[in-house]
């Protein structure tokens, strides 16, 4: 008897250790504590791959059956060179999530002649303008919102205050700080490569409100043309702790002068068990002068 009770004493204690490492942390004003270094790297495309195009979620056997492969066709979303913990818990086929074809939604006219002017100067670049932001070492995607996962060094420290929270990317290490001690915006004529992030708490989960972006200075095209940017963008993120280890993170973006309609996403970020390393950014440095030079010796 003294056996099976210490047996059953045991098996509560682990349980309850179990239960108090799952439960998410709170921050000193009672508000869920994101603070701490955070991946993003997913399997799941930004977009549903054309094969996928009527199935929003993978079956529990396709989900098994990816965990098996390691590398894929070009529409595969193995293909990813860093893909964390492979599927989402929610088993989607994208993280856009509206449109329902998981697709982005059209450019409009003048954003889509935008964007092809920006490719067509991005292979023939004849000035430092004309390449990408991420070569020129300004900016790189995963920074700006919504805060989309790259096929590498998709991490994020965020640091929290009662006041702010600042989110760093490992990517070029820009630092985005989100105010909690304001609810306005800049004045319209103040333009930022990252927006203006005002942030509130909507019960458990900090929802995220930015807009005064700039121009970008051309970004349609660049890393892979993930998505549309001009100073008309509006995004609003969501965070929310699923437990200690897990955050879920929605956004909605609207930008009437770049796309046709809004559109949505999700995705989980992960806690990373290291901090993200230095980034040293040194295509601006050697590289790109190099392939300028090389642009121009090409024959037209």
């Known amino acids: 008897m003294d056996t099976t009770a210490c047996f059953f004493g045991f098996l509560a204690f ?22 701490g270094a955070w991946s993003s790297a997913t399997a799941i495309p930004l977009e549903r791959p054309a094969r996928l195009k009527d199935q929003p979620f993978y079956t529990p056997e396709q989900a098994a059956q990816m965990q098996k492969k390691t590398r894929g066709a070009d529409d595969d979303p193995l293909s ?25 939604p059209s450019l409009t006219p003048a954003a889509a002649a935008n964007q092809r002017d920006r490719v067509d100067r991005l292979h ?16 790189f995607p995963t920074s700006v919102p919504p ?38 915006h800049l004045p319209s004529n103040l333009r930022l490569w990252l927006g203006d992030s005002v942030g509130h708490w909507e019960g458990a989960t900090l929802v995220v409100d930015t807009t005064n972006f700039n121009d970008a200075g051309g970004f349609y095209g660049d890393a892979g043309g993930m998505y549309g940017w001009d100073r008309n963008m509006h995004v609003v993120e969501r965070f929310s702790l699923l437990d200690a280890n897990t955050i879920l993170y929605r956004f909605e973006v609207e930008d009437p002068t770049a796309y ?34 090389l642009s121009a010796s090409q024959p037209e």
């Open 14 to 35: 682990s349980t309850a250790l179990s239960v108090v490492a799952q439960t998410p942390q709170r921050s000193a004003g009672g508000h869920p504590d994101f603070e």
């Open 124 to 139: 023939k670049a004849a000035a430092v303008k004309d390449m990408g932001l991420q070569d020129r070492c300004l900016l």
């Open 260 to 293: 046709t309609k809004p559109w949505k996403g999700e995705l989980t970020m992960t806690r990373a068990l290291t901090p993200p390393f230095e980034y040293a950014c040194h295509e601006g440095n050697w590289d790109l002068p190099n392939t300028l030079k």
């Open 147 to 184: 805060m989309i996962p790259y096929r590498y060094n998709s991490v994020y420290q965020i640091v929290q205050t009662e006041n702010a929270v600042m989110v760093q990317s490992e990517m070029i290490h820009e630092a985005r700080i989100i105010r909690l001690d304001r609810s306005s």
């Open 80 to 104: 990813r060179l860093e893909t964390g913990s492979l599927m989402q818990p929610s088993l989607r086929t994208s993280i856009i999530t509206d449109p329902p074809n998981g697709l982005l």
